[in-house]
T-cell receptor, first 115, second 115 residues
């Protein structure tokens, strides 16, 4: 069964450093998403991406964040200058279409720790 | 605006007993409702969804959920719990008339099934 994969599984960084989180969505999916979950809190939507551009983003997704699909398989989330409050589990997801009735397929997550 | 609440942080049940994980939602129009499960060190996995039609929805691993519009609830149920059902369960909602294709997730409920 096809899966969404994410690397690395755990990233530790110093405050102010740039990090890039990587995801490989399911190959025939067209819509890609990033979510985050701060420990013990809700899963929060960050951004959705379709046809090489952002389709929706939340208020969390400020200028410090960017997404890119650098090639035909990878989907990346970059945080330019990390803050302590960026420490969270980051999930990538994909779906066949963007219709709201379709379920999303999630990766295992990257745990980001900012020191 | 759309929101979802999972009122229990943790549910404990003995193996073989029926289980219920509660979810209530708030939307301005009609909802699409989803349940996802997360096993340790894995991403969220889709269990079932309500789009339209029969209020009782059947999903993976013997789970089912009942859409109750008057009570704005979508509780997850299983007639006989297994130890292997122990995991974190997330309810999600999307307001069909809300203008966004992105679901809102609950905080999650930890289900512990005791042998």
């Amino acid at each position: 069964e096809p899966e969404v994969t994410q690397t690395p599984s755990h990233q530790v960084t110093q405050m102010g450093q740039e990090v890039i989180l990587r995801c490989v969505p399911i190959s025939n999916h067209l819509y890609f998403y990033w979510y985050r979950q701060i420990l013990g809190q809700k899963v929060e939507f960050l951004v959705s991406f379709y046809n090489n551009e952002i389709s929706e983003k939340s208020e969390i997704f400020d200028d410090q964040f960017s997404v890119e699909r650098p090639d035909g398989s990878n989907f990346t989330l970059k945080i330019r200058s990390t803050k302590l409050e960026d420490s969270a589990m980051y999930f990538c997801a994909s779906s066949e279409t963007g219709a709201g009735a379709n379920e999303q397929f999630f990766g295992p997550g990257t745990r980001l720790t900012v020191l | 605006a759309q929101s979802v609440a999972q009122p229990e942080d943790q549910v404990n049940v003995a193996e073989g007993n029926p289980l219920t994980v509660k979810c209530t939602y708030s939307v301005s129009g009609n909802p699409y409702l989803f349940w996802y499960v997360q096993y340790p060190n894995r991403g969220l996995q889709f269990l079932l969804k309500y789009i339209t039609g029969d209020n009782l929805v059947k999903g993976s691993y013997g789970f089912e959920a009942e859409f109750n519009k008057s009570q704005t609830s979508f509780h997850l149920k299983k007639p006989s719990a297994l130890v292997s059902d122990s995991a974190l369960y997330f309810c999600a909602v999307r307001d069909i008339g809300g203008g966004s294709y992105i679901p809102t997730f609950g905080r999650g409920t930890s289900l512990i099934v005791h042998p």
